[in-house]
């Protein structure tokens, strides 16, 4: 290992995780992707204690981890609109031209989220938040919304007291 004068070295403090519920949000960038027919609408919290949690670097470096996808699919067409309406009802005197995507950048929605427990491929069980309803900001605000049980999408991996022979293949002795 390299040497280094680790007491001059500051150590990173993590941001506070954000916690399933409603927030006011902005959409921040709409990135469409015809191939497919979705939108990635990334996304910042607007308002509260957690107001700018992406707007730092990291959150500028990763929007996957703050986005979600909206099908515009026919067979999602119904859900698309409810979007679209959520959006349009947030933001007062808004009405989409339904061409141009861009449109949404800048504008307010309520996301209510929902935690996730999951196993990741490494068979570690693991937890993230997920858009699971898009709401309008004036249904947050007042409290219109209901926080969802968390989804637990864990897989059971059996247990070994045992450690794989191959687990310090990778240690120099």
């Not at 959409?27 to 469409?32: H, R, S």
């Not at 949690?53 to 409810?82: L, T």
């Not at 997920?130 to 004036?138: E, G, I, K, P, T």
Request: proline share 5%.
């Amino acid at each position: 290992m390299k040497v280094k004068n680790w007491n001059e070295i500051e150590e990173t403090e993590y941001a506070d995780k954000l916690p399933a519920g409603g927030y006011v949000c902005r959409i921040t960038a709409v990135e469409d992707v015809p191939e497919k027919e979705y939108l990635w609408i990334t996304y910042d919290i607007a308002e509260g204690e957690y107001a700018g949690k992406y707007s730092d670097d990291w959150g500028k470096e990763n929007p996957w981890a703050h986005r979600f996808a909206r099908s515009y699919k026919d067979s999602a067409e119904g859900m698309f609109k409810a979007f679209v309406n959520r959006v349009q009802e947030s933001n007062k005197g808004f009405v989409w031209d339904q061409v141009n995507e861009s449109q949404f950048v800048g504008k307010e929605i309520g996301l209510v989220f929902q935690t996730e427990l999951y196993t990741n491929d490494k068979g570690d069980d693991k937890e993230r938040l997920n858009v699971f309803r898009v709401v309008a900001s004036q249904d947050i605000r007042v409290g219109d919304f209901k926080v969802p049980e968390p989804k637990n999408t864990r897989e059971k991996v059996p247990q070994s007291d045992t450690v794989p022979v191959d687990a310090y293949d990778d240690v120099p002795f």
